[in-house]
């Protein structure tokens, strides 16, 4: 593949696999964690565009090669960059100013002269694959610097750039000591996505704020510099989603369900099965739950004989001191409650620290008469969204946080705020006590939702804008439409 270009690019931080490496020194390969590697997959399985990024190990050059249909071009780290490009400014700058502060996020000169480096390696990377005037699509808060390094090296390029995590209002934004860097890194791209209209709103906002240039949603005005001419560039929300259809067809598997059976079995047949399914990050609001779930044990509104709460915390960013705090805390508490209030033969928290195959996940899903998403903040979620695609059944009862995405999508749910134990407790009572006909009717219409905005709806209405914002398809030409002859079926963006 040396030498190819392409004429649909992927870029971002993580690739769809991590390579891992036996004691015994053997390399092998593993799906990554993450939304977005979630969405990304089966919209690039559709294309014949090429995946940028980093293998998940530092110190480890690879030429580009094909992983299960898919072309990846890595992009190598080194120690020093992984310290301070993705476990410092990455995720113990951004990542916790961008979630609200839930931490302190930490400020480094050191961190972010490496993040600007590195962004920049990115960049070079994406534009010796890039075909001319190919489609360049940029992804998440480890980039934001990429889309205006890319414009700079390649004016002819139609670029995108979509974050797949919440995006801060101004106040506490305007923390960041290199918020106009980022801003205008941002804006090299045509078209930037968010997740909620209330992040394309905070962007807009900062814009204002900080660069003064006229906004009119969901166009921002961009005047021409010493570098580029000016540009009007596009900034609203695209809410990402799953492969619904294939996530069903795995639940509705023989095999799946048999294993749903099988899962329920060996926690011993209890009345009600919850589940919980995360990375372990403090964004995802597991100590909050687990307290929930601990006072209604403790206050006998469930019996342990009865319930089993399924926790899967798959690991994360385990080098970054807070997230070592949290896998403390959280394995603590688990104890504890298992101690507290376990017998023979029930335990109250069935506590996995690993990740999954998706067909354990669709039989997880299944298995559970409760999901329980009780996030303190995230862009969207997706697993509330998987746990609705895997339920064909028209059962289970989805427990959502108001502060998650996919709260504004999946109305039906039963939405709490997390910060409300008495509220989280009242919630996970409903939904265990939930008559079976209130359990279908919200359910169908959870189900309805999530078909009408699957994943393919999400990118088709991604890069439809793009191509709008460039003239139209046209420019693209019918051989270099990312997405081959798939119908588009989206709303055009306004014309001012
Ligand atoms: O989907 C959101 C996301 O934050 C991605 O940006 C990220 O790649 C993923 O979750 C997992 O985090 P990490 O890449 O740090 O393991």
Same mark, same amino acid.
């Given at each position: 593949m040396a030498d190819e270009r392409f004429a649909f690019v992927v870029v971002s931080n993580r690739l769809p696999v991590d390579r891992v490496v036996a004691e015994d020194g053997s390399a092998s390969w593993k799906q990554s964690p993450g939304g977005l590697v979630t969405a990304l997959e089966p919209v690039m399985r559709k294309t014949e565009g090429a995946w940028v990024g980093w293998i998940g190990q530092p110190e480890v050059e690879l030429a580009p090669f094909t992983h299960s249909g898919l072309r990846i071009v890595p992009l190598a780290l080194t120690g020093g960059e992984v310290e301070l490009f993705y476990e410092g400014f990455s995720n113990d700058t951004i990542w916790p100013l961008y979630h609200d502060v839930i931490v302190p996020a930490t400020y480094h000169r050191d961190w972010w002269d490496s993040y600007v480096a590195v962004n920049q390696r990115f960049a070079d990377q994406a534009a010796a694959v890039a075909d001319v005037g190919a489609t360049v699509w940029v992804h998440d808060y =480890? /980039? =934001? /610097?990429?889309p205006r390094m890319l414009r700079l090296a390649r004016p002819d390029l139609v670029i995108g750039f979509f974050n797949h995590i919440p995006f801060p209002a101004y106040g506490l934004y305007s923390q960041l000591p290199w918020r106009t860097q980022i801003i205008e890194g941002l804006l090299g791209a045509d078209v930037i996505g968010f997740q909620r209209v209330s992040d394309a709103g905070n962007f807009s906002r900062a814009v204002r704020r900080l660069l003064g240039y006229p906004t009119r949603s969901p166009f921002i005005e961009v005047p021409a510099t010493d570098e580029l001419p000016a540009r009007r560039v596009v900034a609203r929300p695209f809410p990402i989603s799953i492969d619904v259809v294939a996530f069903e067809e795995l639940a509705r598997s023989p095999a799946v369900q048999a294993r749903a059976t099988q899962i329920r079995a060996e926690l011993g047949n209890p009345k009600t099965v919850i589940l919980g399914v995360d990375r372990l990050d403090y964004t995802k609001g597991i100590g909050h739950r687990l307290k929930a779930f601990s006072e209604i044990l403790e206050e006998g509104r469930l019996k342990v004989e009865d319930v089993t709460l399924v926790q899967v915390a798959s690991p994360s960013r385990e080098r970054v001191e807070t997230y070592k705090h949290l896998r403390d805390e959280i394995e603590l508490t688990v104890g504890r409650i298992n101690g507290d209030f376990g017998t023979i033969g029930h335990q109250a928290v069935n506590y996995l620290h690993h990740g999954f195959p998706r067909e354990e996940m669709a039989a997880l899903y299944l298995a559970a008469d409760v999901m329980l998403v009780t996030a303190l903040r995230d862009g969207m979620n997706l697993v509330a969204k998987e746990y609705v695609a895997a339920r064909h059944d028209e059962d289970g009862v989805l427990v959502l946080s108001e502060f998650a995405g996919a709260a504004d999508e999946l109305k039906t749910s039963l939405r709490i705020n997390p910060h409300d134990i008495d509220g989280l407790k009242d919630a996970i009572m409903q939904a265990v006590d939930m008559p079976r006909a209130e359990r279908r009717k919200r359910m169908r219409s959870l189900r309805k939702r999530v078909r009408e905005n699957d994943v393919g709806h999400w990118s088709r209405s991604f890069l439809r804008t793009l191509s709008d914002a460039n003239g139209g398809i046209d420019r693209l030409g019918a051989d270099l439409d990312p997405l081959g002859d798939l119908e588009w079926t989206v709303e055009r963006v306004p014309k001012p």
């Open positions: =480890q /980039l =934001q /610097l990429v």
